[in-house]
């Protein structure tokens, strides 16, 4: 592949894109994502139920009508907890599920870009189609901006300085947990705040930071939020939201 064919974007038959979409403003693909958006023959995308799917919204403005879509809709999300049973069952179905469309249509010899919010690697069900269908077919990953760079940027908070750690924490973690993880911590990041925010913001004070937190609902999307957690009025927030905690290490 050339660097022109690269920005240029185009997609080989039979071929299965990680596409990574960014934290939500659209401006903030790269020039690879963009042009693959635009150049494979279906673009897929995660959804729940009912909803239009964060990642599909985000490349919206790419796509001309009459593109062929392939909606790969979550039977549960946060109803109940990932780790029920029942829940387990339900998305490793969905998943097999997902992966006996894709394949088929790769089988097809059709080019297709599965979008991914933030980075495909990262904390994404992009992983999960990877691993059943890498060493099958032809498989790219396209990187993308995750959504804690994109909220650490529009809060105007630089994460880490000089040695500082940054550690990167799931919300859904126990509160004790949480709290001695931020303890052991420099500079911190937790994600999957959602309903968990009124523990995440009691482990956060356990741990004695909560002076250098900072809220963020929704970064760098329509509806953007930004404040010190110790003003967040609420005790849920959106599943777009996490919590950033800035490190303090050496500054010239």
């Known amino acids: 592949m050339t660097a022109l064919d690269a920005i240029a974007g185009t997609a080989r038959a039979g071929t299965l894109y990680g596409i990574g979409v960014g934290p939500g403003d659209?401006?903030?693909?790269?020039?690879?994502?963009?042009?693959?958006?635009?150049?494979?023959?279906?673009?897929?995308?995660?959804?729940?139920?009912?909803?239009?799917?964060?990642?599909?919204?985000?490349?919206?403005?790419?796509?001309?009508?009459?593109?062929?879509?392939?909606?790969?809709?979550?039977?549960?999300?946060?109803?109940?907890?990932?780790?029920?049973?029942?829940?387990?069952?339900?998305?490793?179905?969905?998943?097999?599920?997902?992966?006996?469309?894709?394949?088929?249509?790769?089988?097809?010899?059709?080019?297709?870009?599965?979008?991914?919010?933030?980075?495909?690697?990262?904390?994404?069900?992009?992983?999960?189609?990877?691993?059943?269908?890498?060493?099958?077919?032809?498989v790219e990953v396209v990187p993308g901006v995750t959504g804690m760079s994109g909220c650490w940027t529009r809060a105007n908070a630089p994460i880490t300085w000089g040695n500082d750690i940054l550690s990167i924490l799931p919300g859904t973690l126990g509160e004790e947990q949480l709290t001695r993880r931020l303890n052991e911590s420099d500079a911190a990041v937790i994600m999957k705040v959602g309903k968990n925010l009124a523990k995440v913001r009691r482990a956060v004070e356990a741990a004695g930071l909560l002076a250098r937190a900072l809220y963020v609902e929704r970064g760098t999307m329509p509806g953007e939020q930004i404040m010190p957690l110790s003003e967040c009025p609420q005790d849920k927030g959106p599943y777009f939201s996490m919590v950033l905690i800035p490190g303090q290490g050496r500054r010239l």
């Open 26 to 138: 659209v401006r903030y693909l790269t020039l690879r994502a963009a042009a693959l958006v635009r150049d494979v023959d279906v673009v897929a995308f995660f959804a729940k139920r009912g909803l239009q799917g964060n990642a599909r919204g985000i490349v919206d403005p790419l796509l001309a009508p009459g593109r062929t879509e392939l909606r790969l809709e979550y039977p549960v999300t946060d109803e109940i907890p990932p780790e029920h049973p029942s829940y387990q069952k339900q998305i490793a179905c969905f998943y097999e599920e997902s992966v006996a469309a894709l394949s088929e249509l790769l089988r097809q010899g059709k080019s297709v870009g599965l979008l991914a919010e933030g980075d495909p690697f990262f904390y994404g069900s992009f992983m999960h189609m990877w691993r059943r269908l890498d060493g099958d077919f032809p």
